[in-house]
């Protein structure tokens, strides 16, 4: 086949693809974020795919684990979401008995979130396959290398603007 130019154009069979140039969009942070996050997501999914618990689930769930007591706001505040997600998060990991809801005891409208023994042993399982999962990742680096990455990384959300969320008073 020719071209209007009358040079040869490749002939492609149907799996084969000719590669995309990126032009102005190699220049931006936020499209090379999401191609890493693709990648990483991707990785996460096929490893983690047998415990079916999301990258946000198993955010919640450690954080639950490191922080007994918190609350659905303290967690949606902390990982920039909002109420409506974490609740869906929240009411997820309780029918897989993975946490548990129970009334405060100094304020009686606050609930505060623990992990159950199911939750443990969920978390003891996933933490070993995410450890293989960031391996396959972190290796690429250095220890200063990573240590430098997260550094950037906290730099572009630590200065985000984060929502304020308050608790209900009914």
């Known amino acids: 086949m020719s071209c209007d130019n009358g040079t040869a154009k490749p002939t492609l069979t149907a799996d084969q693809v000719l590669p995309v140039q990126y032009g102005e969009l190699n220049d ?10 693709v990648a990483l997501f991707q990785d996460y999914q ?9 990258p946000k689930q198993f955010a919640v769930l450690e954080l639950i684990l490191i922080n007994p007591g918190t609350s659905q706001i303290g967690l949606a ?7 409506a997600t974490m609740m869906a998060i929240i009411n997820k990991l309780e029918a897989r008995n993975a946490i548990e ?13 623990f992990v159950t023994e199911d939750g443990q042993k ?12 960031e391996a396959r990742f ?9 240590k430098m990455l997260f550094g950037f ?10 929502p304020a969320y308050e608790e209900d008073e009914a």
Do not use: C, P, W
Request: aromatic content about 4%; hydrophobic content about 35%.
């Open 122 to 133: 969920l978390v003891d399982t996933a933490r070993q396959l995410r450890s293989e999962h």
């Open 77 to 83: 505040q902390s990982l920039r979401m909002d109420k």
């Open 138 to 146: 972190t290796t690429r680096f250095s220890a200063d290398e990573l």
């Open 28 to 37: 931006i942070l936020g499209f090379h974020l999401r191609l890493a996050n």
């Open 153 to 162: 990384l906290n730099r572009i959300y630590a200065g985000a603007k984060i």
């Open 101 to 113: 809801r129970r009334q405060s005891k100094i304020d009686r409208r606050r609930q505060e979130l």
């Open 46 to 54: 096929a490893t983690m795919g047998d415990l079916s618990l999301t």
